[in-house]
């Protein structure tokens, strides 16, 4: 079983399981002719973003933009980070 997750410019999304993906293309190709869809995009099991990792991801943001973060600029920078842990 697919699970396809569709988004729209205005950032409402849709999630249709497809449970033959065979069909695919004439799904994604159908719902392009909706009136308002403004993209169509296929997201594979291990490519979805659930509202679990989205708060992580908030809360990541949040702490790179307080600068709690560490900033290595050079792959270099960042093994000398590791080994000095």
Same mark, same amino acid.
């Given at each position: 079983?697919? +699970?396809? +997750?569709? !988004? ?7 999630? %249709? ?5 065979? %069909? ?15 993209? %169509?995009? %296929?997201?594979?099991? =291990? !490519?979805?973003? +659930? ?22 600029? +050079? ?7 590791? =080994?000095?842990?």
């Amino acid at each position: 079983m697919d +699970t396809r +997750t569709y !988004n729209t410019s205005q950032t409402n999304q849709v999630i %249709v399981t497809l449970e033959d993906g065979a %069909v695919l293309s004439e799904i994604r190709k159908a719902l392009l002719l909706i009136r308002g869809v403004a993209s %169509v995009r %296929v997201a594979h099991g =291990d !490519n979805i973003v +659930t509202p679990t990792l989205r708060t992580k991801i908030r809360k990541a943001r949040k702490e790179s933009a307080d600068g709690e973060t560490i900033v290595c600029s +050079t792959p270099e920078e960042m093994q000398q980070y590791f =080994d000095s842990l």
